[in-house]
RNA sequence: CGCGGGAUAGAGCAGCCCGGUAGCUCGUCAGGCUCAUAACCUGAAGGUCGUUGGUUCAAAUCCUUCUCCCGCAACCA
């Protein structure tokens, strides 16, 4: 089955931090995961090139237009190929290819009457460049930034009507519960449709705002940064108005949206009923996530000194226990916490379980059994129901297991276990007790073969949140890492040759 | 009364829908083990479940008051 899978595309008006990090890196982990099942999976992300604040910026700092949005962009693409994201796409919001989908779907609502031009009044505060309502003034009618009163004007612009769809929209959610995860969103999503929906402004002059696709059918104005923005969803996939959207159609039937969420209501609310507007289905899913906040649940802010920067992150512990501490730690019902030394108590927690059970057996039989995968012929009920329970966990989560913070929770909290059933396991028969009695020896041989087995199905399970660590293990088990998502017992094959390599977890201070 | 979410051992979380001895990880302490990465195994201490009132034989869980935190409530994104 054909998957399609996306994050936001990232207002490039600011530095990419770990919640940019967290998003990217959980639609790379859902991409190997959904591989793994046998699905053919295309990923994209990317950068929101356009609006008035980089406008602003652009200007502050005196570059040419261009120059501005590939340094700012670049920094995006450079922290996503540090981490080794697998994307398919890279969206730009300021190539040819996104404008000219803009314009054809503009093109094409406005020629179905969807748009209409009226005027709107508002009091706009020349320094903040934005409307402000009156609820946002102090008590003098002052813009609270600016200590200014703002100027009452009267613009016209283009609008999008919602209100014909708010109904349809409550429905699709109501019969649709997989639709929106986890599930208290929707339940605030249905709160934003409790009361009619204005009118979506989808202009701005250009006296205003330049930075933008050009409205197809008024030059004197650019379109608004959303609008803009949630096409490339269909851009990046090759939408057309018109003619063969035969593969559009199959890679859009399968669409899994990722955001965070302060952005759902562009996602859930406009965006369905954009789409709605172009004849195009909602995407499959959203799958909406809360913020990283510091420890103590105190925003990050660069004051606090509390900032967790991802590139310092991978210097001190490299990204494989990133990615598992995001994925991990990110709560389904709140926020979630993170900092160093959180993030350190996850790197040991790793080390630990994962790392030292595989240093710990692979030293052994480098010892006493030439670092050979010893024969599977002896073993007894209790081995046999260890590698059980560890393939059929993993099994059923690679079957049924639905892309979802849950499924990365789950799945993540799973490995853990395994590794500590693992570990209690080998201290249990304690094989150095059994090495040392030639009796003993097809018991010892059977402890080792069942905790060296057990070590490659956890290897293959982490591998969506780990992809280098385990293809590690695959390799110090002597397998080639080439990973397949079949969780079966008793794979290993007797002669095996197995490698000590350095520690997979390094120790850190 | 704007909408949604959160508040549970020193830290990070689960449990709440469907009421019945409060659980997990880290940390601390004690014991064990010695294959292993300041590791692993076993056990212990540590919580009036944010606050008020209520329903009930029984409340972390259901209803209610208030407080604090995060989003949304923008023609910022």
């Known amino acids: 089955m054909k998957k399609y899978i996306t994050t936001p595309i990232y207002y490039i008006n600011g530095a990419p931090h770990v919640g940019h990090a967290f998003t990217t890196i959980l639609g790379d982990v859902l991409k190997k995961f959904e591989q793994m099942r046998g699905n053919d999976v295309f990923y994209t992300t990317g950068t929101d090139e356009h609006g008035q604040k980089n406008q602003s910026s652009c200007q502050e700092c005196g570059m040419a237009v261009q120059d501005f949005i590939d340094m700012r962009s670049g920094n995006f693409q450079k922290l996503f190929d540090a981490m080794k994201i697998d994307y398919d796409f890279f969206v730009h919001t300021s190539s040819q290819q996104h404008k000219n989908v803009v314009k054809d779907a503009l093109d094409y609502i406005y020629k179905k009457g969807l748009i209409k031009k009226k005027s709107y009044e508002?009091?706009?505060?020349?320094?903040?460049?934005?409307?402000?309502?009156?609820?946002?003034?102090?008590?003098?009618?002052?813009?609270?930034?600016?200590?200014?009163?703002?100027?009452?004007?009267?613009?016209?612009?283009?609008?999008?009507?919602?209100?014909?769809?708010?109904?349809?929209?409550?429905?699709?959610?109501?019969?649709?519960?997989?639709?929106?995860?986890?599930?208290?969103?929707?339940?605030?999503?249905?709160?934003?449709?409790?009361?009619?929906?204005?009118?979506?402004?989808?202009?701005?002059?250009?006296?205003?705002?330049?930075?933008?696709?050009?409205?197809?059918?008024?030059?004197?104005?650019?379109?608004?940064?959303?609008?803009?923005?949630?096409?490339?969803?269909?851009?990046?996939?090759?939408?057309?108005?018109?003619?063969?959207?035969?593969?559009?159609?199959?890679?859009?039937?399968?669409?899994?949206?990722?955001?965070?969420?302060?952005?759902?209501?562009?996602?859930?609310?406009?965006?369905?009923?954009?789409?709605?507007?172009?004849?195009?289905?909602?995407?499959?899913?959203?799958?909406?996530?809360?913020?990283?906040?510091?420890?103590?649940?105190?925003?990050?802010?660069?004051?606090?000194?509390?900032?967790?920067?991802?590139?310092?992150?991978?210097?001190?512990?490299?990204?494989?226990?990133?990615?598992?501490?995001?994925?991990?730690?990110?709560?389904?019902?709140?926020?979630?916490?993170?900092?160093?030394?959180?993030?350190?108590?996850?790197?040991?927690?790793?080390?630990?379980?994962?790392?030292?059970?595989?240093?710990?057996?692979?030293?052994?039989?480098?010892?006493?059994?030439?670092?050979?995968?010893?024969?599977?012929?002896?073993?007894?009920?209790?081995?046999?129901?260890?590698?059980?329970?560890?393939?059929?966990?993993?099994?059923?989560?690679?079957?049924?297991?639905?892309?979802?913070?849950?499924?990365?929770?789950?799945?993540?909290?799973?490995?853990?276990?395994?590794?500590?059933?693992?570990n209690a396991y080998f201290a249990t028969q304690a094989p150095w007790v059994l090495a040392k009695d030639e009796s003993k020896r097809e018991r010892y041989e059977a402890v080792i073969y069942t905790t060296l087995d057990a070590l490659r199905l956890i290897a293959v399970a982490v591998y969506p949140f780990m992809p280098s660590i385990a293809k590690k293990i695959l390799v110090s088990l002597g397998q080639n890492d080439e990973i397949k998502a079949e969780f079966k017992p008793v794979v290993l094959k007797e002669g095996t040759q197995t490698i000590v390599g350095d520690p997979l977890f390094p120790f850190i201070a």
């Open 122 to 422: 508002g009091l706009y505060c020349e320094g903040c460049e934005q409307f402000k309502k009156p609820s946002d003034l102090d008590e003098h009618g002052n813009c609270p930034d600016h200590q200014k009163a703002p100027k009452l004007i009267t613009e016209e612009n283009y609008f999008f009507p919602l209100e014909q769809d708010r109904q349809w929209l409550i429905d699709y959610i109501n019969t649709h519960p997989d639709w929106i995860k986890p599930k208290r969103f929707a339940k605030e999503v249905l709160g934003m449709l409790a009361e009619p929906l204005d009118d979506l402004c989808i202009s701005r002059p250009k006296s205003r705002v330049w930075l933008g696709v050009d409205l197809p059918f008024d030059d004197d104005f650019v379109t608004y940064i959303w609008f803009d923005a949630l096409i490339n969803y269909i851009s990046s996939i090759g939408w057309k108005s018109q003619g063969d959207n035969a593969a559009f159609n199959e890679t859009w039937a399968h669409c899994t949206h990722l955001l965070a969420k302060d952005i759902l209501k562009t996602h859930a609310v406009y965006w369905p009923i954009m789409l709605k507007a172009l004849g195009i289905e909602p995407p499959e899913h959203l799958i909406v996530h809360g913020y990283w906040l510091g420890e103590g649940g105190i925003k990050m802010s660069k004051s606090l000194g509390n900032v967790v920067d991802p590139y310092e992150v991978m210097d001190l512990m490299g990204i494989d226990p990133l990615r598992f501490y995001l994925c991990n730690a990110m709560s389904l019902s709140g926020d979630a916490q993170i900092s160093i030394d959180l993030l350190k108590q996850g790197y040991k927690q790793l080390a630990n379980n994962i790392g030292n059970l595989q240093m710990r057996v692979l030293k052994m039989i480098a010892k006493n059994l030439d670092g050979k995968v010893p024969s599977a012929a002896h073993l007894e009920a209790e081995d046999k129901a260890l590698l059980e329970n560890v393939a059929n966990t993993f099994e059923r989560i690679y079957k049924y297991g639905e892309p979802s913070l849950e499924l990365v929770n789950e799945l993540s909290a799973e490995i853990l276990k395994a590794g500590d059933a693992v």
